[in-house]
C-alpha cells in the first residue's frame, strides 16, 4: 500500500498560552498519521514555552529575544524560519489561538490527490466568536482586482510551491500587510488560487492578534490597503501584467497621503 504524503503542519505563537493547548492538541489528533508539527515561538514572556515541551511530538524553535519589525513581517519571519526546516509535501498554516477539526489534513490531502494541478486551498473558517461570521458577497473571478480570501490558518499549500511564495515573503517591505494576504495575492495572480466550502479551521477573532490594530477604515487599516496595492503592483510589473488603477486605488492614495 502507497505510503501518504508526509505534511508540515507550521505554527507561529507569541504570547498565546492560553489557546495553545487546544492548539496542538488538535494537531496532534489528527486523523492523518504521516505529519510533523513545527512551532515557532517569538520568546513568549507569558510560560507559552513550559507549555510547549509538554508536547513531545512539536519541533520548536525559539527566537533568543523578541523581534521587533512589525507584526505581519515577524510572522512571515517565523514562518520561513520553520519551512526551511520541514520536511513536508503539503504545507499547513496554522496559528497559535486557532484549531483544526480533527479530519482537516485527511479532508486537505484527499483535494490535493484528486486534482494534481491543485497548488494552494483555503478551507472556510468556523468563526468562534458567533455574532461575526465570514461572508463573500460576490464569489471571486478574473474580473476582481484581489481575492477575497480567509485567515492564515486556513491555508494549505503545496511545498514546490511555498518555494515560490518564499520570495515573496521574505522582505521587510510592506510592514501592515499580513502573510495571509501576501499568499492570497500572489496564488491569485498566479490563478492558483482556491477555496471550499467545507469547515475544517476553527478561527479565533483574538482581540490582541495581529490583525486587531487593522479595524475598518482605521488610518492602518488604510495604510495597509495601500501596502497591498503597492504589492500586487510589484508582483504584476514583473509578470508582465496590466495593473489597473481604479477610483478605490486613487481614494485609497489620496487618505493615506493625508494621515
Request: glycine content about 2%; charged content about 30%; hydrophobic content about 35%.
Amino acid at each position: 500500500m502507497k505510503r501518504k504524503p508526509l505534511v508540515s503542519i507550521l505554527i507561529t505563537n507569541y504570547n498565546k498560552k492560553k489557546y495553545l493547548n487546544r492548539c496542538l492538541s488538535s494537531c496532534e489528533k489528527q486523523t492523518y498519521a504521516n505529519k510533523e508539527i513545527l512551532l515557532h515561538d517569538d520568546h513568549s514572556n507569558d510560560g507559552s514555552l513550559e507549555l510547549i515541551k509538554k508536547y513531545k511530538n512539536v519541533k520548536l524553535v525559539v527566537n533568543k529575544k523578541k523581534r521587533n519589525i512589525s507584526n505581519p513581517i515577524n510572522q512571515a519571519k517565523a514562518i520561513l524560519r520553520i519551512f526551511k526546516l520541514c520536511k513536508g509535501k503539503i504545507i499547513f498554516l496554522l496559528d497559535a489561538d486557532d484549531y483544526f477539526k480533527k479530519s482537516k489534513l485527511d479532508k486537505i490531502v484527499k483535494k490535493f490527490k484528486s486534482n494534481s494541478k491543485l497548488n494552494f486551498i483555503q478551507d472556510t473558517p468556523i468563526f468562534l466568536n458567533k455574532k461575526k461570521e465570514y461572508k463573500f458577497k460576490n464569489k471571486n473571478s478574473k474580473n476582481t482586482i484581489w481575492p477575497r480570501f480567509y485567515p492564515t490558518s486556513t491555508i494549505a499549500i503545496k511545498r514546490n510551491f511555498f518555494l515560490e511564495i518564499q520570495k515573496i515573503l521574505n522582505t521587510n517591505k510592506f510592514p501592515n500587510l499580513e502573510i495571509d494576504a501576501r499568499i492570497c495575492i500572489y496564488a491569485f495572480i498566479k490563478k492558483k488560487f482556491n477555496i471550499t466550502k467545507k469547515k475544517y479551521t476553527f478561527y479565533s477573532d483574538d482581540n490582541l492578534g495581529i490583525s486587531s490594530k487593522y479595524k475598518k477604515f482605521s488610518v492602518g487599516w488604510w495604510k495597509k490597503r495601500k501596502e497591498a496595492y503597492q504589492f500586487m503592483f510589484n508582483i504584476m510589473k514583473k509578470k508582465k501584467i496590466n495593473f489597473k488603477k481604479g477610483l478605490d486605488y486613487y481614494i485609497t492614495n489620496f487618505l493615506v497621503d493625508l494621515f
